[in-house]
């Protein structure tokens, strides 16, 4: 059985800028706090932590002072910068710059929009990180829809600020915009083109990914898919892979394998998300290289 490791697969800069960040920082002190997961990837998330990373929640954010505190690459809402400032606490900031530009962006068209009495609408996940982040750049009155449904939430007959979280799908986006546009037309008739204001703000870093992603999928027989559970992009990325080979496995790490998915298979593909890291993968391809040579197929 040939293994292969997807070559485009593993950390984005923002990811690997938040984690080198992280490392240099810990080289000058034996603990650094983390607000939240500094990758959603369990394995990453223990090894740093033994070498002295500590994540830490928002309530325990608010009892830390005098000390140092990461801001990993998903970005913060303006009352974490505030309470820092009052609690005497240095932030790192690891905010992703593709993250920071789209914060100013939800930003401006808040303030742009509110003189016509407009809504700012983003395709994400709830209480998702970034999402948090961007919502905090609106006095958290952005509407977040995720499904369908979210969409009753939003007054039509106003006009609409559209953005994606960065780790969204491209056809989630898209599909998602074709119904406000109707919605629009339905709620307004009369309602001029600019009423919709959608931006694209999916990192090319995911979006680029899925062609290379289906390419992959397609050239191996079974496809392991590397990922922590809470990944966002993971989830995105992961349904592109099944779409295009219906044997590709959602797995954390080499422990979920079960030998039986690689009867009659000549080659294995090994892929993962923006948060997931090249070691990992390496390890599952060594397990995967050793089932392959005591297996009875
Ligand atoms: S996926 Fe894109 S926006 Fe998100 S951390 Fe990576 S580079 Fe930054």
Same mark, same amino acid.
């Given at each position: 059985?040939?293994?292969?490791?997807?070559?485009?697969?593993?950390?984005?800069?923002?990811?690997?800028?938040?984690?080198?960040?992280?490392?240099?920082?810990?080289?000058?002190?034996?603990?650094?706090?983390?607000?939240?997961?500094?990758?959603?990837?369990?394995?990453?998330?223990?090894?740093?932590?033994?070498?002295?990373?500590?994540?830490?929640?928002?309530?325990?954010?608010?009892?830390?002072?005098?000390?140092? #505190?990461? &801001?990993?690459?998903?970005?913060?809402?303006? *009352?974490?910068?505030? /309470?820092?400032?009052?609690? +005497?606490? $240095?932030? !790192?900031?690891?905010?992703?710059?593709?993250?920071?530009?789209?914060?100013?962006?939800?930003?401006?068209?808040?303030?742009?929009?509110?003189?016509?009495?407009?809504? #700012?609408? &983003?395709?994400?996940?709830?209480?998702?990180? *970034?999402?948090?982040? /961007?919502?905090?750049?609106? +006095?958290? $009155?952005? !509407?977040?829809?995720?499904?369908?449904?979210?969409?009753?939430?939003?007054?039509?007959?106003?006009?609409?600020?559209?953005?994606?979280?960065?780790?969204?799908?491209?056809?989630?986006?898209?599909?998602?915009?074709?119904?406000? *546009?109707?919605?629009?037309?339905?709620?307004?008739?009369?309602?001029?083109?600019?009423?919709?204001?959608?931006?694209?703000?999916?990192?090319?870093?995911?979006?680029?990914?899925?062609?290379?992603?289906?390419?992959?999928?397609?050239?191996?027989?079974?496809?392991?898919?590397?990922?922590?559970?809470?990944?966002?992009?993971?989830?995105?990325?992961?349904?592109?892979?099944?779409?295009?080979?219906?044997?590709?496995?959602?797995?954390?790490?080499?422990?979920?394998?079960?030998?039986?998915?690689?009867?009659?298979?000549?080659?294995?593909?090994?892929?993962?998300?923006?948060?997931?890291?090249?070691?990992?993968?390496?390890?599952?391809?060594?397990?995967?290289?050793?089932?392959?040579?005591?297996?009875?197929?």
């Amino acid at each position: 059985m040939k293994v292969t490791i997807d070559k485009n697969s593993g950390y984005c800069f923002g990811v690997e800028y938040a984690i080198q960040m992280a490392e240099d920082e810990m080289e000058h002190s034996n603990t650094l706090y983390c607000l939240g997961d500094i990758v959603h990837n369990s394995m990453e998330v223990k090894r740093l932590h033994d070498k002295g990373l500590r994540i830490i929640s928002r309530e325990q954010l608010e009892e830390l002072r005098d000390c140092k #505190v990461l &801001i990993r690459a998903h970005g913060e809402p303006p *009352e974490t910068y505030e /309470l820092a400032l009052r609690n +005497n606490i $240095e932030l !790192i900031d690891a905010s992703c710059p593709v993250v920071l530009k789209l914060q100013n962006r939800v930003k401006h068209a808040f303030d742009k929009i509110q003189p016509d009495k407009g809504q #700012v609408v &983003i395709y994400g996940q709830k209480g998702h990180a *970034e999402v948090i982040g /961007l919502t905090g750049q609106t +006095n958290n $009155e952005a !509407i977040v829809v995720t499904t369908e449904e979210d969409l009753a939430q939003v007054d039509f007959s106003r006009p609409v600020s559209f953005f994606s979280q960065t780790t969204k799908s491209t056809k989630g986006f898209y599909k998602m915009k074709a119904l406000i *546009e109707e919605k629009i037309k339905e709620a307004n008739p009369q309602a001029p083109a600019d009423y919709l204001d959608a931006n694209d703000s999916i990192c090319r870093q995911v979006s680029n990914r899925e062609p290379q992603l289906q390419k992959f999928s397609h050239e191996h027989d079974v496809i392991l898919f590397v990922s922590g559970k809470k990944s966002s992009n993971g989830k995105a990325l992961y349904g592109v892979c099944k779409i295009e080979n219906p044997r590709s496995y959602f797995i954390e790490n080499e422990q979920e394998i079960e030998p039986a998915w690689f009867e009659g298979a000549t080659s294995v593909g090994i892929c993962g998300a923006t948060s997931t890291p090249m070691w990992l993968m390496e390890q599952v391809a060594r397990h995967v290289e050793n089932i392959d040579s005591v297996a009875t197929f």
